[in-house]
């Protein structure tokens, strides 16, 4: 007989205690970040309580253990073709154990900023992980990722 294993994560803004952690989730997927620019990229995220609603956020999934199951990068876009969006170019998900748990939880998360930024999408990057911080920078492609509506309550 198979049990079902549930995890509770703890999803949010990215914490100055998980800084180390998620770099390691980073280079794995090889997003390469030297530890020192990792903690100054993050540094501007962590400073504020809340982040303002055009602003990027790092977002991690903590199991109960205080391991970082998943993280991803998102902001809001407009988009010509869609309106506005939320724009994830970098949704990494690590679990040994619970891979869906980790993922859905970071979803169910990114729906909840998606609705509080009048977002009608998510889109979900499939960038180099090389790409990922230029495409931040300058207006994000049009031609990359997939698109999942955002479901309102």
């Known amino acids: 007989m198979e049990s079902k294993m549930s995890v509770v994560y703890t999803v949010g803004p990215i914490k100055r205690h998980q800084v180390d952690k998620a770099h390691r989730l980073i280079e794995a997927a090889g997003c390469h970040f030297d530890l020192q620019a990792w903690r100054e990229f993050c540094a501007e995220k962590v400073a504020g309580e809340r ?11 903590e199991n109960p253990l205080g391991y970082i199951a998943g993280i991803c990068i998102m902001h809001p876009v407009q988009n010509a073709k869609y309106g506005r969006m939320l724009d994830v170019p970098v949704f990494i998900v690590t679990s040994a154990g619970d891979t869906r748990g980790a993922a859905n939880a970071l979803l169910e998360y990114s729906m909840a900023v998606a609705g509080e930024n ?3 999408f998510i889109r979900v990057a499939a960038l180099d992980p090389a790409d990922w911080r230029r495409s931040i920078a300058t207006s994000p492609r049009e031609d990359r990722g997939i698109l999942i509506p955002v479901q309102y309550p």
Do not use: W
């Open 118 to 120: 009048s977002c009608g």
């Open 51 to 61: 982040p303002a609603s055009n602003i990027e956020r790092i977002v991690t999934a």
